[in-house]
Each structure stands twice: as C-alpha cells, then as structure tokens.
Nanobody, 114 residues
Framework: VQLVESGGGLVQPGGSLRLSCAASGFTFRSYAMSWYRQAPGKERELVASITSAGGTTNYADSVKGRFTISRDNAKKTVYLQMDNLKVEDTAVYYC????????WGQGTQVTVSS
C-alpha cells in the first residue's frame, strides 16, 4: 500500500487549499478513504471520511461546512478541499485507507498563519 499526499502549504486565515492523496497497491475503488491530521503536541484526529463509491461522507464537527472530501476512483485519488481555513487547522494532514490499519503516507504540512 502506498499513499502519497500533496497540496499542503502556507495560507492566510480565510484562505483555501486542496489536498490530494494518490493511492496504489490495493483496489482503491473498493475501500473507504479518510483524511486525518496531527497538530504539534496533539494526537492524530479524524477529519473526514468517504465511502468506497463516494456516496456518503462524514466530517469532524470542527471542519463541517468548511471542508469537502471527494474521490476519483478512476484516478485512485482522494481529495480534501479546505475553505475558510483557520489557524487551528494548522497540522500535518494524512490520508488513510480502510484496506490497511497500519499504512500511512508521509503527510503534507498545512500552515494557516497571517
């Protein structure tokens, strides 16, 4: 299993970023995908998840209405559109597949700062 996150960066509060996660090594279209994040000194937390066909999504209360998870099964990629970013969204963001309990990518750093 390989998960490669990209799209992070430095953005001002109120700005937007779109994260991508390219997956390989398993049948992508058959498994749910999730985005997690880990801020300095904090535990990793679930941000958003999406079912295998994309029909159902779930979000942490802290990002509901601001973040949107989506997937393209043909491209084996899951996305996280992040709008109206806040300083407290600063973290390393990781994607994860329900296919594997232990596989994580390298993550992508998101920094929200003025």
């Amino acid at each position: 299993v390989q998960l490669v996150e990209s799209g992070g960066g430095l953005v001002q509060p109120g700005g937007s970023l779109r994260l991508s996660c390219a997956a390989s090594g398993f049948t992508f279209r058959s498994y749910a995908m999730s985005w997690y994040r880990q801020a300095p000194g904090k535990e990793r937390e679930l941000v958003a998840s999406i079912t295998s066909a994309g029909g159902t999504t779930n979000y942490a209360d802290s990002v509901k209405g601001r973040f949107t998870i989506s997937r393209d099964n043909a491209k084996k990629t899951v996305y996280l559109q992040m709008d109206n970013l806040k300083v407290e969204d600063t973290a390393v963001y990781y994607c994860k597949t329900s296919y594997s309990a232990t596989s994580w990518g390298q993550g992508t750093q998101v920094t929200v700062s003025s």
